[in-house]
């Protein structure tokens, strides 16, 4: 999938207003690369001006960093990006009213800055966790006694958990009558949430 992101408006939405730091916005971009590295999106961020003044892009890693220079908002580039990519598996990330109408447009769904932020920050959580819980599936023996069959035994039914239903997935069907009621616009959104 392809993410186009409104740098600074998600920066700004997270910090609550204000000005945004160039630490603050390397911070975001290597956040970002993590996260299309380990989710293999792939990422156009977008923001206003830049350090040199005019317009420049910069490949980092699995993203892409485009500043818009002195002569172009970032909103105006990302409504061109929008025209360009309109017909392929594209996400705007902005809480920009107008980009979001814009994306409507096109077909494109949006999501809100701050909801992605908050998305993006659990995948990268979840899969630092992930390899720290592979390290601690092993049973943990609480006593000192020492008694191998019964060691066995709490190993062979540490495997087979029963599972709740609730957990189960739900039906093809169940999400399909969910799906229905909503606009195509929603489904399309609902899916490429599903991949973030």
């Known amino acids: 999938m392809l993410i186009l992101i409104d740098g600074y408006n998600v920066l700004k939405g997270v910090a609550r207003g204000g000005e ?8 975001f971009i290597a956040q970002l690369s993590s996260y299309a590295a380990r989710k293999r999106h792939k990422i156009i961020v977008v923001f206003d001006g830049g350090p040199y003044g005019w317009a420049h892009k ?11 220079g002195a002569r172009e908002s970032a909103d105006d580039l990302i409504r061109r990006y929008l025209k360009k990519y309109r017909g392929q ?10 980009l979001n109408y814009n ?5 494109v769904p949006s999501i809100d800055s701050e909801d992605f932020y908050g998305l993006m920050e659990a995948a990268l959580e979840r899969h630092d966790l992930g390899e720290e819980s592979e390290l601690a599936c092993d049973a943990i023996k609480t006593t000192d006694d020492s008694s191998p069959e ?13 599972h709740k239903s609730e957990d ?8 399909q009558d969910e799906m229905h ?7 399309r959104l609902l899916e490429k949430l599903k991949k973030l």
């Open 58 to 68: 910069e490949q980092r890693r699995a993203i892409t960093v485009v500043f818009t």
């Open 89 to 98: 598996d594209l996400l705007l990330v902005s809480s920009d009213r107008e």
């Open 20 to 27: 945004v730091s160039s630490k603050e916005r390397d911070y």
């Open 168 to 175: 189960q997935p739900t039906t093809a069907t169940a999400a």
């Open 103 to 107: 994306a409507s447009r096109y077909d």
């Open 181 to 187: 009621g909503l606009s195509r616009l929603e489904r």
């Open 150 to 162: 019964l060691d066995k035994l709490m190993q062979e039914a540490s495997v087979a958990v029963p």
